[in-house]
DNA sequence: ATACCTTTGAAGCCC
DNA sequence: GGGCTTCAAAGGTAT
């Protein structure tokens, strides 16, 4: 069912339009270093989010991937709308081969998709409920303040049940520094640019394309997050530098480093895989990672 | 119950 | 400094 999803995304991404800019206006944004900005006040955030809509919530049509009849490629490839073919055995270099693929079905206005099933039953063109993006809304977590909550970025730990009374006796001291270490909340990393643009535009997304798995959405949202403007990309860009301030702000002490380790992995060797190296591509194996598009000097609203 | 998948970007780590 | 790794979100799927 998984993999049904995936190749519903696939069949999206050979359709969406390719990026207009692509490899021409990435925009990294250099790196906030704690000592060189240190955290004087906090940014008037909560116009920022104004833009932050969510849609329409449609009542999704059946699972495209469950329609009959539907050619699907093996995996999907990449974003760039190539297939790939890597060659090379242990010990070898990647012998990469890419070449266009086939417009394997027509377009649909949104997505991509071909209009054989129907189309999200939202009507057309209605407005979305705005709603206010959670993280950074002015005075969250910010503490005396009014609308004083906790900071999105703290989440509780998923800490295993209290131990009986009983229990409690038999623990070691050792125990009882992990379990406390383990009820610590954890402070997640603030949100990236990209990050930011998903949480606004994957309910969208789920509502045009009648998708639910997050794999295929995101893949689609990547596609979509490379086909933005400039100007567009730089909002996005800008969100995220506030998000970093005012998470440093909150967090003085905290670091990247202090998640690490905390989500268990399966199988790192495997996890290596699919992270460095490349992505599996149509065949399964995997292609060289595309080259890093030029990078721009983003838009600094200061 | 929890890792995996999938995306991009930021940050950490190692050489 | 460059390259690699980890983790942010999300929810269906796999283990």
Redesign the pocket.
Known sequence: ??????YS?FNLLMHYPAPSGAGQH?????????ASQPPHSVPQLSPLYEHFSSPHPTQAPA?I?QKQGVHRPL??P??SGFYSLTSGGMGQLPHTVSWPSPPLYPLSPSCGYRQHFPAPTAAPGAPYPRFTHPSLVLGSGVPGHPAAMPH??I?PS?G?QDLQPYDRSLKTQADSKAEKEAKKP??????????LY??EM??KV?AECTL????????I???R??ALSREE?AKY?EL??KE?QLH?QLYPGW??????????????E????????G??NAFGTYPE??A??APFL?MTVL
Do not use: C
Not at 212 to 219: H, L, M, P, V
Not at 255 to 268: F, P, Q
């Open positions: 069912m998984y993999k049904e999803s995936v995304a990435p925009q990294p944004q250099p790196p906030l270093h704690k699972d991937s995996q999907t990449e974003l999105p970025a989440v998923s295993k954890t402070i997640k990393k603030p949100l990236n640019a990209f990050m998903m949480k994957r309910a789920i639910k798995e997050s794999a295929a959405i995101n893949q949202l990547g596609r997050w490379h990309q860009y995220a530098r970093r440093m670091s990247a480093r202090d998640n690490y380790g905390k989500k268990k992995r399966r199988s790192r495997k996890h290596q895989e699919s992270t460095s190296g992505k599996r990672k595309a890093a598009p983003p």
